[in-house]
């Protein structure tokens, strides 16, 4: 069941000068409305894993791991790698993320940065492929929260991203019946940059990359995923509130404006990117 | 994906005959279960949803209340036998999500303020699945609460749209979910002009996103209507048994 969340209380003068301040277009740590904070990305932070990234925005904190394996593929799409996409909201990252089985927030991010990925088409997933309906790779991607200051989507697709861009694949032969792994690697290959861009509504303003105490005061969310045409991959509004459709196509415009520019900086370090 | 799969016939009709902003049968009823506080039946093209409302009741346990205004609990359910293959009848990720995404859409229509301390339950069982389950669902759920005599800022019906073999369309049924290119659940309120719930996957430009959007309101527009109606039928028939 999901149920009324229980946000943590943040004072009625916090919240009345971020709105004051927004009748200004100005915001509490001083950046402008349409503005994303600083991004500092850290490839190939976690050795162990296939690919990953450490992202920084702001003070939020998002590492992503991939780990790639082989597995049986799913009978509807036999001749198809695996994708799949985990995130953990780590108690060590804030005093609302508490231990357990997946948060209704986890899960939400998680499905949110899937869609991201898969729909568009950034893996060629039938790329993937060792032996038809038997063997197919497998792409674990985990994100893992590790300082929570807001906007966990933006941070998380630029993570993921990022990590898939650099990410090695071991090479897999098949002899006979058994499929064996060698020692060399080829890169994956990476067909997109996609960027999500999230907008916080406070009563009839909105603000791009939301930081926590934004994200807490705010009616609602709106997440939005631009592929590196400037065609879109994904939406979601989150949370409660209204938004009419005029402010819908609004979005849109802006996210291909800002779009362009937050996929330069996010993946400035990805060789031979498209963005 | 889909290249093998008709979703259009060579006169340009859908593969259940529709034209392209057509939607499918809708067949609403109000108050259809004895024991909820408010109950609702809807079947659009082949699904089959049932939504209940139970509340407001005292929350419990007591740390989940709030001091100034009701809390919702939204659970929606698809049954083992609704789709083709079984499904486990454990909640997935995608129920999660989406009893999560349902919630949100219907939170912002209930007068939360006048009920403080307590909670509001709803249940939406999809009985059979054929695409939009969640719209259809949350349109029942709407209607539920209305039923349930829930003080309401305004009723949201909602259609799915999206993109098929390069073409925009309203109200995707299960083919055209799966085998067509973006799929976009919209739910809306004409009278407050709101949009409640808004996702989307898939690809499609700004331009077929507006499209699609424009699409999405005309038939929610429509639906509304429909909701009307059942809401009437329902009343009137008590009117009559007093």
């Known amino acids: 069941m999901s149920i009324t969340e229980q946000r943590p209380v943040i004072s009625k003068l916090e919240q009345q000068e971020l709105r004051r301040l927004l009748a200004e277009n100005k915001r509490i740590d001083g950046r402008n409305p349409l503005q994303y904070r600083n991004i500092s990305v850290q490839l190939g932070y976690v050795e162990k894993a296939e690919g990953s990234a450490l992202v920084e925005l702001g003070n939020t904190k998002v590492l992503a791991a991939v780990k790639v394996g082989i597995a049986v593929p799913f009978a509807d799409t036999p001749n ?150 400037d065609r879109f991959c994904a939406i979601q509004k989150n949370g409660g509130g209204m938004i009419s459709p005029r402010r819908v196509i609004e979005l849109l415009e802006r996210s291909l404006e800002l779009g362009k520019e937050l996929r330069t900086v996010a993946y400035r370090q990805l060789a031979g990117g498209n963005g | 994906m889909g290249e093998s799969i008709a979703l259009f016939s060579e006169d340009g009709k859908r593969s259940d005959g529709r034209g392209l902003d057509e939607l499918r049968p809708i067949r609403i009823k109000v108050g259809v279960l004895s024991n909820a506080q408010g109950s609702a039946y809807i079947e659009q093209g082949r699904n089959k949803i049932i939504a209940a409302v139970y509340g407001p009741k005292e929350a419990l346990p007591k740390h989940i209340s709030l001091p100034d205004r009701c809390i919702l609990r939204c659970r929606y359910h698809m049954a083992p036998f609704s789709t083709t293959e079984r499904k486990s009848p454990a909640p997935s990720r995608r129920e999660i999500e989406l009893s999560m995404v349902l919630r949100n859409a219907l939170e912002p229509l209930v007068m939360t303020w006048l009920f403080p301390r307590t909670v509001i339950d709803i249940f939406i069982e999809v009985l059979q699945a054929d695409g939009g389950t969640r719209c259809a669902g949350l349109t029942a759920a709407v209607l539920a609460l209305a039923d349930a005599g829930i003080p309401l800022k305004g009723l949201v019906a909602a259609c799915a749209v999206g993109k098929a073999d390069g ?76």
């Open chain 1, 80 to 229: 198809e790698g695996i994708l799949i996409v985990n995130a953990e909201l780590v108690p060590l990252a804030s005093p609302v993320f508490e231990p357990g089985p997946p948060s209704e927030e986890s899960i939400s991010l998680s499905r949110y940065v899937d869609r991201s990925i898969r729909e568009s088409k950034s893996i060629d997933l039938s790329s993937l492929c060792i032996v038809p309906g038997r063997s197919v790779y497998s792409l674990y991607v985990d994100l893992y929260i590790l300082d929570y200051d807001g906007n966990l989507i933006d941070a998380s697709v630029i993570a993921s991203v990022n990590a898939l861009g650099i990410t090695k694949m071991p090479k897999y032969v098949v002899e006979g019946q058994a499929i064996k792994k060698t020692d060399e690697y080829f890169k994956l290959d990476l067909k997109d940059h996609p960027v999500s861009l999230t907008y916080a509504f406070l009563d009839d303003k909105y603000v791009v990359d939301p930081c926590l105490s934004e994200e807490y005061a705010s009616d609602f969310t709106v997440s939005m995923t631009v592929k590196a045409d």
């Open chain 2, 167 to 242: 073409k925009i369309l309203v109200d995707l049924n299960d083919l055209e979910d799966k085998y067509g290119e973006a799929d976009m659940p919209v739910a809306y309120n004409p009278t407050l002009d709101g949009i409640t719930l808004l996702q989307m996957d898939g690809i499609m430009s700004k331009e077929e996103v507006e499209q699609a959007l424009s699409l999405a309101i005309t038939a929610t527009q429509k639906m509304h209507k429909m909701q009307v109606d059942a809401l009437r039928e329902r009343f009137s028939v008590q009117r009559r048994e007093v």
